[in-house]
């Protein structure tokens, strides 16, 4: 009786090697290409601080002015870093619940180098002072064509593995990554067109940027992030999600409101009254389908706090969710029309940006990856204490820039600018203590990603421990077991028929 039972798993944990093994090189060139931009961007983004509390920093260097190293910074980390980890779990994802190993590998590493050219291309376009100006959207003009077609291949062999399926049913996670897939193109399309190429008035085209940016968030980095915490919550806790109509509703929730969020950065300006306050309702109301998902996710671990603490996975993939929470309260709080004008052109925009690309998709990535990359290479994380450190000092620079340094900074710098009686001065002036403590919450930033780097290169390398248990954040391994539900890289070499 035990021999019959065990010849399922077997077959199924040889199926699951052979889709770790087609995937092998494209979602490992993805996550150590990512983990590399996400060190310059970091790195650029300091020096941009600091220019921003001390301006003769570097200041015989012309193409590390401020106007240049803040978009590059910020576009380093949206294309460099959230999109190429976005790709590697979405294909990844898509596979391993097809359960269809891919046969067009080599097509998506190609993609995967075109994509990282079109970035290092754009990157230095900006630092040579050729930029578009336009945020989120800064990398010169002929740019935007090598990345969609990057994507196009990456969008099309995603969309084959799903058609070919070994099973009839759709998980929640593929609802999310159909959606990401299919809303991209359109997202990223339409805005390069109206703002890069056709002729139209610069208002609506600044509108329209202002749009694409929280499409980009909503639309993209948002299901993506959903769908791997649902994954990464319900395979290592070995447990369905706690309610499937509830996600299927926050699916659509998420699908209906958040194309109308955006504009209401553009609150004043002479477009449409509708678009504005539509964009400011939007945005709020997109909180409800982050929070259905968020309490979803938290209510299918309830009960087994062992493994959300001990399992790093699952406590980034967890820390990503609290995250997502902050951001739907961010998004009621930041999106009123009452507080945009405290708001709206101060550092607060950069917290949310921060809020939302760093302390809730990037946590999310960070525990996809460490659940991933153990299967991909057939080794187990170095070290540990590695792990417990990049999370540690993760949480500490997202919190500290997020809460200390752009909500009270950015209403402190928007209530000066907001009082006709003080000088301009004395706005830059109340920002000055909060750019010096978002330069410190940069560096640990940094600090943190830059051993997270160097610990996923060794396990590119293949360089990680054997071992039939998986890295927990705890010396006590009975927490998941050694064949439990992150410990199955060894399943074909243990079992026995």
């Known amino acids: 009786m035990s021999t019959q039972s065990q010849v399922p798993n077997i077959e199924d944990a040889q199926l699951r090697a052979d889709i770790d093994r087609s995937l ?57 870093w959230g999109a190429q980890a976005g790709f590697g779990v979405l294909i990844w994802l898509m596979a391993r619940l097809c359960r269809q190993p891919s046969k067009n590998s080599g097509s998506i590493l190609v993609a995967a180098h075109i994509w990282n050219l079109g970035v290092a291309i754009g990157t230095i376009g900006i630092l040579a002072g050729q930029g578009t100006g336009k945020h989120w959207m800064q990398f010169p003009t002929f740019v935007w064509p090598v990345l969609l077609a990057a994507y196009a291949v990456i969008a099309i062999w995603s969309l084959i593995a799903f058609r070919c399926r070994n099973n009839d049913h759709t998980y929640i996670s593929q609802w999310y990554l159909l959606g990401a897939i299919l809303w991209f193109p359109w997202v990223y399309l339409t805005a390069n067109l109206y703002v890069n190429v056709f002729d139209i008035h610069p208002l609506m085209a600044a509108a329209i940027n202002s749009w694409f940016r929280h499409a980009l968030i909503f639309l993209f980095f948002t299901p993506i992030a959903i769908a791997s915490a649902y994954y990464i919550a319900s395979k290592v806790c070995g447990r369905p999600i706690y309610n499937y109509s509830y996600s299927i509703g926050g699916f659509w929730a998420l699908a209906i409101i958040a194309p109308w969020a955006g504009m209401q950065t553009m609150m004043g300006a002479p477009i449409p009254m509708f678009l504005q306050y539509a ?58 029309p009452a507080a945009l004008k405290y708001t709206q052109f101060t550092i607060a925009g950069y917290g949310y940006d921060v809020l939302a690309i ?21 080794r187990e994380w170095l070290s540990s204490r590695l792990i417990h450190g990049h999370f540690r000092y993760s949480i500490y620079g997202v919190l500290f820039i997020f809460l200390f340094c752009t909500l009270l900074g950015g209403f402190q710098q928007g209530a000066a600018q907001e009082d ?19 330069t410190v919450a940069l560096c640990f930033l940094l600090y943190a990603n830059f051993f997270f780097f160097i610990h996923l290169t060794l396990m590119w390398l293949r360089l990680g421990r054997r071992s039939s248990h998986p890295t927990l954040l705890s010396h006590k391994h009975s927490a998941l077991g050694p064949h439990g539900p992150e410990g199955d890289i060894e399943e074909l070499e243990t079992a026995k028929v």
Not at 291 to 301: C, D, E, H, L, S
Not at 358 to 378: D, H, K, N, Q, W
Not at 420 to 436: D, E
């Open 24 to 80: 092998r090189h494209p979602v490992m060139f993805f996550f150590a290409s990512g983990a590399a931009w996400l060190a310059v961007s970091l790195l650029l983004g300091i020096i941009a601080s600091t220019k921003s509390h001390y301006p003769g920093f570097l200041g015989d260097w012309s193409f590390l002015q401020y106007g240049r190293t803040f978009p590059a910074h910020i576009n380093a980390l949206i294309y460099g």
């Open 279 to 336: 964009g400011s309702a939007a945005t709020m109301l997109v909180g409800v389908p982050l929070v259905i998902a968020g309490v979803n996710i938290i209510k299918t671990t309830s009960g087994q706090p062992n493994k959300v603490a001990n399992s790093p996975s699952l406590r980034f993939s967890i820390a990503g969710v609290v995250g997502m929470l902050l951001l739907a309260f961010a998004s009621v709080i930041l999106a009123h």
């Open 358 to 378: 760093y302390g809730f998709f990037s946590m999310c990535m960070f525990g996809a990856i460490y659940f991933i990359v153990p299967r991909l290479t057939r």
């Open 420 to 438: 006709h009686t003080l000088p301009w001065l004395q706005a830059v002036k109340n920002t000055l203590p909060y750019s010096v403590g978002m």
